[in-house]
């Protein structure tokens, strides 16, 4: 027998009902005794603790899982830390009056750190993550009814075309097995209209040559030792602080130092230790220009592209006013072909 928690979470859910699709066969799916069903071939995808799971294993985004179990509200906001809200209109240039009452797609949503924000402006957020991080943003946002979490695949999402009025993705697409890939699924996903923007990983600063030499260790080493070793890499901050107060060359010794191990420096140690482990475990990691992600987003048919303040943050609008959504469709699947 179901819990009242648990019927409450799944009433929550069938606001989603119209723009999901079993992925399966595509046929639409409703709602039944806290699961959803594909109505033409039967799957079943359950909710569980506030979670619509449309993948059965986290696949490479354990680390993930890993460290935003860690670091469940740590970049989360609160009174005198507004950091969150402050990075998310410089990394998609949203604002608070164009999205509020929209429907809004976080992409790679993590413990949940930016869908707060954007709920908090009044949207209507699905966030999806491939890693169990996604029960993390379920129990940070569970006093939200503006926000669904979805445990989903990027590369397989559960949506019906033109189901968003905008979509974001903020330091996640890097860490897909095909970034572009990843990236030209979801424009289908917008409104005529609608507007995308995404943050990548930068190419054009090399300072993190050293890192990628040792990412091949860290990357196949388990969770909870990297996780053991990043503690300590965190401690070098202040060896940063101290060189800084050296006078002439205490700046260029730790840019050397930087070089040669590059680390965050957040005055935050928790900060530190999460985004050190962020940036060393992942199985994937990309960087990208600006010259390439403009292409993916032109072959997408996208419009109205922007550089946002934030490398690489770059913005898109789907084009809208067409006489029939075949023929817009057409459209962008003519620009992804002649992309390839």
Not at 273 to 294: A, G, I
Not at 304 to 315: F, H, N, Y
Request: glycine share 8%.
């Amino acid at each position: 027998m179901q819990s009242r928690e648990q019927k409450d979470s799944a009433a929550h859910f069938a606001e989603l009902i119209p723009m999901l699709r079993c992925l399966e066969c595509t046929g639409e799916l409703s709602l039944d005794s806290g699961h959803f069903c594909c109505k033409k071939c039967g799957v079943d995808y359950p909710i569980v603790d506030g979670v619509a799971c449309f993948v059965s294993s986290d696949n490479y985004a354990t680390s993930f899982g890993f460290e935003w179990n860690k670091h469940a509200r740590t970049q989360l906001d609160h009174p005198g830390s507004p950091v969150s809200e402050e990075d998310f209109p410089r990394k998609t240039g949203f604002t608070p009056e164009e999205i509020k009452g929209k429907w809004v797609l976080d992409v790679g949503c993590g413990m949940g750190r930016f869908a707060d924000v954007a709920s908090r402006w009044g949207a209507k957020v699905v966030g999806i993550d491939l890693s169990r991080a996604a029960d993390m943003a379920a129990k940070n946002l569970s006093d939200r009814n503006n926000v669904w979490i979805c445990q989903a695949n990027i590369f397989q999402l559960p949506f019906a075309v033109k189901s968003f009025d905008y979509i974001y993705s903020i330091g996640v697409l890097h860490h897909t097995p095909d970034c572009q890939r990843a990236f030209e699924g979801l424009p289908r996903l917008l409104k005529p209209s609608g507007i995308i923007a995404v943050w990548l990983y930068s190419a054009y600063n090399k300072w993190y040559r050293m890192s990628d030499t040792y990412r091949r260790i860290t990357t196949k080493l388990p969770n909870g030792v990297l996780y053991r070793l990043c503690q300590m890499a965190a401690v070098l901050y202040y060896v940063h602080v101290g060189l800084r107060h050296i006078p002439i060359l205490g700046r260029t010794l730790s840019g050397v130092l930087s070089y040669v191990l590059p680390l965050p420096l957040y005055p935050q140690w928790d900060w530190r230790v999460l985004d050190t482990f962020d940036w060393y475990s992942p199985k994937y990691q990309s960087k990208h220009t600006y010259e390439e992600v403009f292409r993916w987003f032109e072959g997408c048919g996208l419009r109205d592209l922007r550089v946002l303040l934030e490398p690489i943050s770059v913005q898109g609008r789907k084009p809208g006013g067409f006489l029939n959504s075949e023929c817009e469709e057409d459209v962008v699947e003519a620009g992804l072909r002649n992309h390839r």
